[in-house]
Nanobody
Framework: QVQLVESGGGSVQAGGSLRLSCAASGRTIYTYAMGWFRQAPGKEREFVATISWSSGSTYYADSVKGRFTISRANAKNAVYLQMNSLKPEDTAVYYC?????????????????WGQGTQVTVSS
């Protein structure tokens, strides 16, 4: 069993930055890949970024590449999403998820465990 708790959301003006955190617990957490997804009102949940807990390899959606950075801190069992140059279209609820440790897994159904989400609002 894996438990995920997100934090760090909030409101920011366009061009600003936020850092999301995901605290993970569970005996087998290091065998998973960790992902960030987001869901805006009336839209489907979309992939943002993923990182392999074992290797540290990362993969990003084109819409956030160069602006967002996913990272992990093994000692803290934490995964982070540093978001820079935020745009109004980044406004969404952001979710942390744990899935199989395979490269480039981007579909929500591939992830088994989910956090409760944290709201990010970017104003113009």
């Amino acid at each position: 069993q894996v438990q995920l708790v997100e934090s760090g959301g909030g409101s920011v003006q366009a061009g600003g930055s936020l850092r999301l955190s995901c605290a993970a617990s569970g005996r087998t957490i290091y065998t998973y890949a960790m992902g960030w997804f987001r869901q805006a009102p009336g839209k489907e949940r979309e992939f943002v970024a993923t990182i392999s807990w074992s290797s540290g390899s990362t993969y990003y959606a084109d819409s956030v590449k160069g602006r967002f950075t996913i990272s992990r801190a093994n000692a803290k069992n934490a995964v982070y999403l540093q978001m820079n140059s935020l745009k109004p279209e980044d406004t969404a609820v952001y979710y942390c998820a744990a899935g199989p440790d395979r490269p480039h897994i981007t579909l929500p159904y591939e992830y088994r465990y989910w956090g409760q989400g944290t709201q990010v609002t970017v104003s113009s």
